[in-house]
T-cell receptor, first 114, second 113 residues
């Protein structure tokens, strides 16, 4: 089925370790996003990519980097994980930015940093 | 400052009862408004959206929402709740800076048999 695929689904890291969260979409969408979800705070935008070759910071970018590898793939990297980065991470895509069409979300990555 | 407010953190309703989930927002112009549903362990699924025109919009799974500009609200309703509706519901508003959608903190719905 068409959609957004995220890997891994679960991950436990030690403080200071690094990792990359992978995201791929097969809907030919131009725009892709990384959100984190924390209890009582809804979803907050970390980074987004309006189109292939561009990336921009969102609301909470500190401690993260991203790469838009091609039109399909958008990865999120934690260079030195901290306990404050324990969260559920969602990748999403949309036809274009501006929220006109709503987003399609992946099923999430639950990350715990100990 | 929070741009989207969902006043109810948790709501419990009986199966077959009606449902209304509240959403209030702050936005300088006419916003684009969305409701998403998240089942346990899943990503968010779009229920419905409002851009312009008729202020009462219909969505999937029998949900509807009404945009009330004077009250800055976009409440979600369903006439008769089913056990499968138990989930977390998020209101979202955009665009901000031409690219961002802001989400409320969510309302968790429990359905009693």
């Amino acid at each position: 089925n068409a959609g957004v695929t995220q890997t891994p689904k679960f991950q436990v890291l030690k403080t200071g370790q690094s990792m990359t969260l992978q995201c791929a979409q097969d809907m030919n969408h131009n725009s892709m996003y990384w959100y984190r979800q924390d209890p009582g705070m809804g979803l907050r935008l970390i980074y987004y990519s309006a189109s292939e070759g561009t990336t921009d910071k969102g609301e909470v970018p500190n401690g993260y980097n991203v790469s838009r590898l091609n039109k399909r793939e958008f990865s999120l990297r934690l260079e030195s994980a901290a306990p404050s980065q324990t969260s559920v991470y969602f990748c999403a895509s949309s036809e274009n930015t501006g929220s006109f069409y709503g987003y399609t979300f992946g099923s999430g990555t639950r990350l715990t940093v100990v | 400052a929070q741009s989207v407010t969902q006043p109810d953190i948790h709501i419990t309703v009986s199966e077959g009862a009606s449902l209304e989930l509240r959403c209030n927002y702050s936005y300088g112009a006419t916003p684009y408004l969305f409701w998403y549903v998240q089942s346990p362990g899943q990503g968010l699924q779009l229920l419905l959206k409002y851009f312009s025109g008729d202020t009462l919009v219909q969505g999937i799974k029998g949900f509807e929402a009404e945009f009330k500009r004077s009250q800055s609200s976009f409440n979600l309703r369903k006439p008769s709740v089913h056990w499968s509706d138990a989930a977390e519901y998020f209101c979202a508003v955009g665009p901000y800076n031409n690219n961002d959608m802001r989400f409320g903190a969510g309302t968790r719905l429990t359905v009693k048999p």
